[in-house]
């Protein structure tokens, strides 16, 4: 068996938990403290990234060369790729850590949920906390992953809580929240931020944003 087919195997008995970019997928691991594989599937090449308890702590590089495991799959990343991410019990977490550890990973490391993403000079710009509340249809919508994007550049991103909220610390200003879930991309909304904090909803099922 090789290792896209063992690695399918795990994957079809784990629990997915959303799609990332590597930014996003690191961000999340430093704040939710998954246990799971990332993958990234290109047409030449699959990458998989291993996490315990949110640390990226192994990686592979598979391609028709062969597979590359831990720092030497690492040095392939180039940051641009999308991972799906699966949860997995520890035991099967630790067994692949084993044989593809990663033990340098100073470029993998990413600022925190609270950290201030900024493009270009921010001058005379505010910072301030925006909470969003994602409903569907009036229901809070648990789960869901928020992403925060400026242009096509995505700043921040987390995961509603139990109640669909979800609180980024930003500079005051007009972003586009991009809100998917399990069936992909749901909906986006134009945020206009410029107060100390704001509080606001995002209805999935509706067709405009509420703020209050």
Known sequence: MDINDLMDEILVQSTYEGRFTLDELLHYGTVH???????????????FLVFSGGEPN?????DEKGTLFGDAAVLHLTGKEEFELSLVTPSIADALVSRCRVFEKS?????G???IPTIGTPNRQRVGVLCLT??????PLAGAHVAIRKGKVVLTSDVTDSGG???????????MCVVSDRLGERT?????FHEPQVEACVDIGGTEDENR
């Open 33 to 47: 403290s998954p246990t799971g594989i990332g993958v990234s599937k290109e047409k030449k090449h699959t990458f």
């Open 58 to 62: 192994g990686a592979m590089f598979v």
């Open 107 to 111: 470029h993998l490391k990413k600022s």
């Open 113 to 115: 949920r609270l950290d």
């Open 134 to 139: 994602v409903r569907d249809s009036q229901a």
């Open 165 to 175: 909220r979800v609180c980024f610390r930003l500079l005051n200003g007009r972003y």
């Open 188 to 192: 986006r909304r134009i945020i206009e």
